[in-house]
């Protein structure tokens, strides 16, 4: 019976995914600086996640009644960084350590995961992929 709920309330959702909002990440990405992601335009009041590996390529992710399409190749990992305010926009900073010895390419993209209750509405989507250089 719940899953038969849960099933109604999915088919009558306004189930979206696209690509929203855009990712910048600033700074040198040398130990002991401050690094920046910042991401504007996305959907207001989502969560955002960073996710972040080091090769460009396609991943489709199936979330139930939602798919995302990432512009990262496998292996990835997602990192938090927040609620987005009611313009749609998230930013975090951090010092870069410095256990890091070498220099890494990594890339990284923004996902955002929002639901609204009037209406019923269900969204997923990514921004722009973004190079950066750590260490």
């Keep these: ?27 040198a990405g040398t130990v002991g600086t401050t690094l920046t992601v910042a991401v504007t335009g996305t959907s207001a009041n989502g969560m955002v996640a960073l996710v972040v590996g080091q090769t460009t ?18 292996p990835f990992f997602p990192l938090p960084l927040g609620t987005a305010d009611a313009n749609g926009n998230a930013s975090v900073s951090f010092l870069v350590p410095a256990g890091i010895t070498r220099q ?16 019923f509405a269900i969204a997923a989507c990514a921004s722009n992929v973004v190079g950066f250089t750590i260490g």
């Design 1 to 27: 019976m719940r899953n038969l709920l849960l099933a109604s309330v999915f088919s009558l959702a306004s189930i979206a995914s696209a690509q929203c909002g855009t990712l910048a990440i600033t700074g």
């Design 104 to 119: 890494v390419q990594l890339n990284a993209q923004a996902a955002t995961f929002a639901f609204t209750l009037r209406p």
């Design 57 to 74: 390529g396609t991943t489709a992710i199936n979330l139930g009644p939602l798919s995302l399409t990432l512009g990262l190749a496998q």
